[in-house]
């Protein structure tokens, strides 16, 4: 009886804490679930890369394309376009709550966060932060996402915080399956990500 009395309470804990999870992602498509979570388990533990490519973006009153160079340790990372809209160098580069901006001709520019920073000097609602997700293609963990996958349980279109993520194309990278064509749409832009070359590490091991 004395086993019981405690057992009982502590359910009831336990499963008060777990209604406090809530799934975060809608998942549909061809693709299978637990090889979906295999394949985001493998994948998160990615950290740190290199990626050079292209970008080419679309915004209400003007366009271009231009070149992108990507250096990520961790937290840290180092964002560069050369050329796109005609604005010359834009450099990215910091930490989640200290980051600078250098826009070629204009000077440099300091923020709390990345998106704030780009916003006032660019004037584009960009998702920096979820952008370090969903280049590995990856939901953000912050907010919920619906899912679609393809038929080998990666990625196709993710739908997040008022972005529409398509997945257009994969390489395979050291033991990796990493995107190398990306589109999204949102917020009065459309950005295209080709990615020509991919260096994935894993820092933290």
């Known amino acids: 009886m004395l086993l019981r009395n405690l057992l009982v309470p502590c359910l009831i804990l336990l499963l008060a ?4 999870f809530g799934p975060r992602e809608s998942v549909e498509g061809s693709g299978n679930s637990q090889d979906w979570a295999t394949h985001k388990e493998q994948v998160s533990e ?3 890369w290199q990626i050079s490519g292209k970008i080419g973006i679309r915004a209400p009153q003007e366009s271009g394309s231009g070149t992108l160079f990507w250096l990520q340790r961790q937290e840290y990372f180092d964002i560069r376009l050369s050329g796109p809209l005609g604005r010359g160098a834009t450099r990215l580069t910091g930490r989640p709550d200290a980051v600078a901006l ?3 001709g204009q000077g440099r520019f300091e923020a709390d966060s990345p998106e704030a920073l780009v916003q006032s000097q660019l004037g584009w609602q960009l998702p920096v932060s979820n952008l370090l997700w969903w280049v590995r293609g990856l939901p953000a963990p912050d907010s919920r996402s619906r899912l679609s996958l393809d038929g080998q349980s990666r990625l196709a279109m993710l739908q997040q915080d008022g972005w529409d993520v398509e997945y257009l194309g994969y390489s395979e990278e050291n033991g990796f399956a990493l995107p190398a064509r990306i589109k999204l749409s ?3 832009l459309q950005i295209t990500l080709v990615i020509k070359d991919w260096q994935p ?3 933290g091991q």
């Open 17 to 20: 804490g777990c209604a406090g």
């Open 46 to 48: 990615i950290d740190g």
């Open 102 to 104: 250098e826009v070629a």
């Open 186 to 188: 949102g917020r009065d």
């Open 201 to 203: 590490r894993q820092l």
